[in-house]
């Protein structure tokens, strides 16, 4: 099993950051090339949507529309921790921010169908 937890969410004002980060732990060590890991935000009475997600191996980023250009996500694969600097926060970038993984990734990276590890979820309220 894999467990995902993340930290750094908080209260700012609109224009602020905020640097997400989830630590993976369990058996990470299958996580080869094909794995990929994501962040995923979910607002009160909305669907959980994609924000960003990045393949393990090579690199390869996917973003939003609505977030990119500043939003950045990132990782550090000697620590097994996703990152996401999130600048020029806006009110609707209000909501649950949850890390996501899967060990083989398909597709499109920013479904939720992609995968199969999710962590508890930190919040996120941007003020206006």
């Known amino acids: 099993q894999v467990q995902l937890v993340e930290s750094g969410g908080g209260s700012v004002q609109a224009g602020g950051s905020l640097r997400l980060s989830c630590e993976a732990s369990?058996?990470?060590g299958s996580w080869y090339g094909r794995a990929c890991m994501g962040w995923f935000r979910q607002a009160p009475g909305?669907?959980?949507?994609?924000?960003?997600?990045?393949?393990?191996?090579?690199?390869?980023?996917d973003y939003a529309s609505s977030v990119k250009g500043r939003f950045t996500i990132s990782q550090d694969n000697a620590k097994n921790t996703l990152y996401l600097e999130m600048n020029s926060l806006k009110p609707e970038d209000t909501a649950m921010y949850y890390c996501a993984a899967n060990t083989i990734c398909f597709g499109d990276r920013l479904s939720i169908l992609s995968y199969k590890y999710w962590g508890q979820g930190t919040q996120v309220t941007v003020s206006s």
């Open positions: 369990g058996y990470t």
């Open positions: 909305k669907e959980r949507e994609g924000v960003a997600a990045i393949s393990r191996g090579g690199g390869a980023t």
